[in-house]
């Protein structure tokens, strides 16, 4: 066990009440605990639909499918992220097109690489709004415009994150959250779709459970008494009881992220003058989800980076990397060169970030990593 580790679960009585609520009344599929959570979602961040799903990868999914991408299409993602960004688009028999970052200060996707990668068979971007910090979006959705494509914003980082004062999530033709255990609200898995599109709205609606044009719960309650299936979809559904968690979790967000804001305020306040590190998004000023704390190590390389992290576990502070850059995974890897991306990849290290960090265990971090460099 890490004396301090990556991230803590923001779980008290009030996850354990709300399931055994759920529990006892004797609904524990998708229902109203979902239908709640949709309509509480929608609301927190200003978008007309929301969408529980299982999880983000599957909302992903749904919105490609919704959209209209399919096979021989191509899809401009970042490498920088999770696999599941580029994963979904395979799904479709699309191709993820690959673009680096803009710089080791803002690891989002770039827009100049965005526009060099456009091709006659581009579709849409999917942008990552990393750490929940936001992309260039007025500058994506310039290019977005100006050659006819979508946007899906993977917000899998970035509940109540905000650009230039609007919410993230609502910048884009759909949006996609992720409610994985060590996201900003954990459900343990599970995600939820958001668009203010009417059609998108009820097409993934549909998709979302086999295509049937009731739910189980409709007909339960007596609103309908039989179904038809007009279009083959899938088997992706949230159940109440990751739902009644996610209402819990949501309650709690914005005091949570006011929390992890003023943790990486500590943090940056230890690690500013350092010469040895980069903090991405330092002078960033939007109000943020804060879903992790990156540095990058100046002038250094894979081994270097590894021997630090190796050191840094040894006194008990566990650390990650966010992320291997896709691109170069065997199933992608066509040898394609994102040099801001591979650097990132190489010599990056996320420190531990959670809401109940304390001062003193980040005195604790900061002064280890500090002594390694």
Same mark, same amino acid.
């Given at each position: 066990?890490?004396?301090?580790?990556?991230?803590?679960?923001?779980?008290?009585?009030?996850?354990?009440?709300?399931?055994?609520?759920?529990?006892?009344?004797?609904?524990?599929?998708?229902?109203?605990?979902?239908?709640?959570?949709?309509?509480?979602?929608?609301?927190?961040?200003?978008?007309r639909?929301?969408?529980t799903?299982?999880?983000?990868?599957?909302?992903?999914?749904?919105?490609?499918?919704?959209?209209?991408?399919?096979?021989?299409?191509?899809?401009?993602?970042?490498?920088?992220?999770?696999?599941?960004?580029?994963?979904?688009?395979?799904?479709? $028999?699309?191709?993820?097109?690959?673009?680096?970052?803009?710089?080791?200060?803002?690891?989002?996707?770039?827009?100049?690489?965005?526009?060099?990668?456009?091709t006659?068979?581009?579709?849409a971007?999917?942008?990552?709004?990393?750490? $929940?910090?936001?992309?260039?979006?007025?500058?994506?959705?310039?290019?977005?415009?100006?050659?006819?494509?979508?946007?899906?914003?993977?917000?899998?980082?970035?509940?109540?994150?905000?650009?230039?004062?609007?919410?993230i999530?609502?910048? $884009?033709?759909?949006?996609c959250?992720?409610?994985f255990?060590?996201?900003?609200?954990?459900?343990?898995?599970?995600?939820?779709?958001?668009?203010?599109?009417?059609?998108?709205?009820?097409?993934?609606?549909?998709?979302?459970?086999?295509?049937?044009?009731?739910?189980?719960?409709?007909?339960?309650? $007596?609103?309908?008494?039989?179904y038809?299936?007009?279009?083959?979809?899938?088997?992706?559904?949230?159940d109440?009881?990751?739902?009644?968690?996610?209402?819990?979790?949501?309650?709690?967000?914005?005091?949570?992220?006011?929390?992890?804001?003023?943790?990486?305020?500590?943090?940056?306040?230890?690690?500013?003058?350092?010469?040895?590190?980069?903090?991405?998004?330092?002078?960033?000023?939007?109000?943020?989800?804060?879903?992790?704390?990156?540095?990058?190590?100046?002038?250094?390389?894979?081994?270097?980076?590894?021997?630090?992290?190796?050191?840094?576990?040894?006194?008990?502070?566990?650390?990650?990397i966010?992320?291997?850059?896709?691109?170069?995974?065997?199933?992608?890897?066509?040898?394609?060169?994102?040099?801001?991306?591979?650097?990132?990849?190489?010599?990056?290290?996320?420190?531990?970030?959670?809401?109940t960090?304390?001062?003193?265990e980040?005195?604790?971090?900061?002064?280890?990593?500090?002594?390694?460099?």
């Amino acid at each position: 066990m890490y004396k301090i580790p990556l991230f803590k679960l923001n779980f008290d009585q009030e996850e354990e009440n709300a399931i055994l609520e759920t529990l006892r009344s004797k609904w524990i599929s998708t229902g109203p605990k979902c239908i709640e959570l949709e309509n509480k979602f929608a609301e927190s961040i200003g978008t007309r639909y929301a969408l529980t799903t299982s999880n983000c990868t599957v909302a992903l999914h749904l919105a490609l499918v919704a959209l209209g991408i399919k096979e021989n299409d191509e899809v401009i993602v970042p490498s920088l992220t999770f696999a599941a960004t580029a994963n979904c688009v395979t799904y479709t $028999g699309a191709k993820p097109v690959f673009a680096d970052i803009n710089s080791l200060t803002d690891l989002t996707i770039s827009p100049t690489d965005i526009q060099r990668k456009i091709t006659e068979k581009t579709k849409a971007i999917i942008v990552m709004h990393y750490g $929940g910090f936001p992309c260039k979006m007025d500058e994506i959705k310039k290019i977005a415009q100006d050659n006819n494509l979508l946007i899906i914003e993977d917000a899998s980082h970035a509940p109540l994150s905000e650009y230039n004062g609007v919410k993230i999530g609502t910048l $884009g033709d759909i949006s996609c959250y992720s409610f994985f255990s060590n996201k900003n609200i954990s459900t343990g898995e599970g995600g939820m779709l958001v668009t203010n599109n009417t059609a998108l709205f009820e097409k993934a609606k549909l998709l979302r459970s086999h295509g049937m044009t009731t739910m189980s719960y409709q007909r339960a309650m $007596g609103h309908a008494s039989n179904y038809d299936i007009n279009q083959i979809g899938f088997n992706y559904r949230m159940d109440d009881i990751r739902a009644s968690i996610g209402l819990v979790q949501l309650k709690k967000l914005r005091t949570d992220l006011i929390k992890r804001a003023n943790i990486r305020h500590i943090y940056i306040e230890r690690l500013t003058g350092i010469d040895q590190i980069i903090i991405p998004f330092e002078s960033n000023n939007n109000f943020v989800s804060n879903y992790v704390m990156p540095v990058i190590l100046k002038d250094s390389n894979k081994n270097k980076r590894d021997i630090i992290r190796d050191r840094l576990h040894e006194v008990g502070i566990q650390t990650s990397i966010h992320y291997p850059a896709l691109h170069k995974f065997s199933c992608y890897d066509q040898g394609q060169k994102l040099p801001i991306t591979e650097y990132t990849e190489d010599c990056l290290i996320s420190l531990p970030m959670y809401g109940t960090l304390s001062s003193e265990e980040i005195d604790f971090i900061t002064r280890n990593l500090t002594v390694l460099l």
